[in-house]
């Protein structure tokens, strides 16, 4: 799936550094739902998952079985549209059995991706009204009261 290409040329990054060199010739690709690009030596897919913004994208990373979520699937739910966000949680979840590992957006390392279902579980946690209640998964202490890593990994 190739994705069109813009025709107006890209402008210098960071304009506070105009004086420095910057390729500028590079081509510009819009990517949806499903583009696959190569990085390195491997491919990776785009998933279109809009909540936390309207142009929220995941990363899959098939041969590393790493999916890349920025802020989507992370431990708080804070999005805009929690009815699209358990879409989103609910398009990862079918596509649970291509990864092992996410990297969610401010987190510090990588977590199981068993995440998502915690992220779905939330999601539809708060969709039946339970909006503001702590929900556990598996334990006895609050999500809110656990490091990142293991939220949804209780040992």
Not at 92 to 98: I, K, N, P, V, W
Not at 108 to 122: F, G, P, Q, R, T
Request: glycine share 6%.
């Amino acid at each position: 799936m190739l994705a069109p290409r813009l025709q107006r040329p890209p402008k210098t990054p960071y304009p506070s550094l105009r004086d420095r060199s910057y390729k500028t010739n590079y081509p510009i690709v819009i990517i949806t739902d499903g583009f696959k690009f190569e990085l390195g030596n491997r491919e990776v897919e785009a998933l279109e998952i809009p909540a936390h913004s309207s142009g929220s994208l995941a990363f899959l990373d098939k041969r590393e079985r790493i999916l890349f979520t920025g802020d989507e699937a992370a431990p708080v739910v804070n999005m805009r549209n929690i009815v699209q966000y358990e879409k989103n949680m609910q398009k990862l979840m079918a596509r649970r059995s291509e990864y092992d590992y996410v990297c969610y957006g401010h987190g510090k390392e990588m977590v199981y991706a068993s995440i998502v279902d915690c992220c779905l579980a939330n999601a539809q946690h708060i969709l039946v009204g339970n909006e503001g209640e702590e929900i556990r998964f598996g334990g006895s202490k609050p999500l809110e009261k656990l490091p990142a890593y293991a939220m949804c990994n209780p040992e």
